[in-house]
């Protein structure tokens, strides 16, 4: 018969493997409470929390992915303590999943922390069976006709990893080869935690309830900026919009915390920190039993596997909590961001108590200002001798980072996204990373590559030509030494196809020890490099020629 009730293996091989979405691993029963010893205690849940969070050193400008986030966070739990007297193990359960237990303070107790210990076996269907390992449980196994249950007492003999095996008194079993749907019933599996689980060693000398404070660092959090610029229709100012973007991907959220960002890079040594054991796939490995009539290729079971692009799915799902969803961004604007300093670094605060959900990213307002004066600068950065090229244009949105010009505070690096007004409608120019910039400093927003204007750089002799000279200038303040050599005579034309008339600079790069010699136009510097700034008609091509020198080796 080729009926699903007999479809039961004995055996366990290696030619039919199924991942079992932990949804389908029903867990029965409830685990027996860890036996409570005299000195044990449980800390309440925080009634405050804080959360400072501290970018990524090494991430750039883009975007957050919750699965890879490389910052960390300061968290701050206020909670209260009912300590007996002698030496108590006091357990704070819910940290962040990424807790680093030497980084843990806890203040406010009576004769501080004896010792810390951080509790990383989660509760998950693949936890349990590994702590079942050699111990009794109870089979159930469902009839898909009648519904009958019937129960059958077992010893687990391997864990999930490489595919559960049980011993009934039938013999032994593989998880799910019967053909019918099968669970556990757990009892006596004490060593697994609901939640991420920070316990320590206290001593008093008297029973006393005690506010305490914990404080610690913790991985998989980040935040980011995220700019949104929009050039008026005269193109001669803009308003600049920002957010704050946090994300947290901790299987652990923070309700209603006080929640900083720090702008800048902190030096952090302490690196890794052990991932918190919340439990894989469970795999089922099958060789069942056939019919006469059945194909002579290995019968397979559909398992309720997941498909094939939904497994990295099922896999991400199984390293949270059933309750935390798999993201969120979320979006509030009431209030701005206030900025503090904090030493060298900025320091960010959102006036108002945000939750800093588990999985979740994000979003805050940091900043609005509008008509901020700006212009656009077309431009090219090339290496002073450099040979034949012909190239479109850098464009560049610029302003000054001061009061003067309705900014004037430090803005943190991240992306920026400019739009230009047309009547009511809004259409995206470009996106490109911002820097930190100071108050002060000039902001220079990258617009990409302009095809109206086009730079043809010509090497035109070796050397210096006597019947030419009278075109290049000696640049004032220029003192040719014997042991340098003069380069070639560089000409560039600058072509400008617009309607109107646009401001180009011209920056060079110099080798260690070079320096123009000669130019036919005005050299200034700009950041320690040469540049020629000029202004170039619509419709026409400007010529510029100049020298270099470099020093002999």
């Given amino acids: 018969m080729r009926g699903a009730s007999k479809r039961r293996a004995t055996l366990c091989g290696r030619h039919s493997k199924r991942l079992i979405p932990l949804s389908k691993f029903a867990l029965v029963g409830v685990l ?18 804080s959360v400072t969070v501290y970018r990524a050193p090494a991430r750039g ?11 960390f966070a300061l968290i701050s739990e206020t909670r209260t303590v009912h300590l007996h007297a002698g030496v108590s193990r006091l357990r704070f359960e819910g940290v962040a999943d990424g807790i680093d237990p030497a980084s843990a303070i806890v ?40 519904g009958k249950l019937t129960r059958a007492a077992g010893t687990v003999r391997s864990d999930a990893e490489g595919g559960v095996v049980f011993e009934t008194s039938e013999g032994i079993e593989a998880l799910r080869c019967s053909g019918v749907p099968e669970s556990f019933s757990f009892t006596g599996v004490t ?91 469970i795999l089922a490995q099958c060789w069942p039993r056939g019919g006469t009539s059945d194909s002579p290729e290995y019968l397979q079971i559909d398992l309720e596997s997941p498909a094939a692009g939904a497994r990295d799915a099922m896999a991400q799902a199984s390293r949270m909590y059933a309750a ?94 400019v739009f230009a007004a047309r009547g009511e409608a809004k259409l995206l120019q470009h996106e490109s990373a911002m820097r930190d910039l100071a108050i002060d400093e000039e902001v220079e927003i990258n617009m990409g590559e302009s095809s109206d204007v086009e730079v043809t750089v010509v090497k035109e002799k070796t050397g210096i030509d006597p019947g030419r000279t009278h075109l290049l200038r000696l640049v004032p303040g220029t003192v040719t030494a014997r042991s340098a050599e003069v380069d070639s005579v560089i000409r560039v034309d600058l072509s400008n196809a617009r309607a109107a008339q646009i401001q180009f600079e011209l920056r060079l790069q110099l080798p260690e020890g070079g320096r123009v010699v000669r130019a036919d136009h005005p050299v200034g510097a700009k950041n320690g490099r040469p540049i020629f700034r000029l202004a170039i008609p619509a419709n026409e091509t400007v010529t510029l020629r100049y020298q270099t020198q470099h020093t002999k080796s």
């Fill in 32 to 49: 027996a409470a860890t036996p409570a010893i005299a000195a044990d205690t449980l800390a309440t849940i925080p009634s405050d929390l």
């Fill in 61 to 71: 400008s883009g975007s957050i992915n919750l699965d890879e986030l490389a910052g």
């Fill in 107 to 146: 203040t406010g107790l009576p004769e501080g922390v004896l010792e810390k210990n951080r509790e990383g076996k989660l509760l998950s269907p693949s936890a349990l069976m590994a702590a079942a390992v050699g111990k009794s449980v109870t089979l159930l196994r469902t009839d898909k006709r009648t």
């Fill in 191 to 281: 060593d697994l935690a609901a939640t991420p689980t920070l316990s320590v060693l206290v001593r008093s000398a008297e029973a006393l309830t005690r506010t305490v404070t914990l404080s610690y660092l913790a991985r998989g959090f980040d935040w980011a900026a995220d700019y949104v610029a929009t050039v008026s229709a005269d193109g001669k100012s803009m308003d600049l919009g920002a957010w704050v973007t946090l994300a947290n991907g901790n299987g652990v959220g923070f309700p209603a915390a006080h929640t900083q960002v720090v702008a800048g890079r902190v030096n952090r040594d302490s690196g890794e920190v052990e991932p918190v054991d919340a439990g894989g796939p």
């Fill in 324 to 417: 935390a969803p798999m993201m969120q961004v979320a979006v509030t604007a009431l209030k701005k961001v206030e900025l503090e300093q904090l030493g060298d670094l900025k320091l960010y605060r959102v006036p108002d108590r945000t939750t800093v959900a588990s999985r979740q990213s994000k979003q805050v307002r940091l900043l609005d200002r509008l008509a901020i004066p700006v212009n656009f600068v077309y431009g090219a950065d090339l290496a002073a001798n450099q040979p034949t090229l012909s190239a479109p244009a850098s464009l560049l949105l610029r302003t000054q980072n001061n009061a003067a010009n309705h900014l004037g505070l430090p803005l943190p690096s991240g992306r920026i996204a």
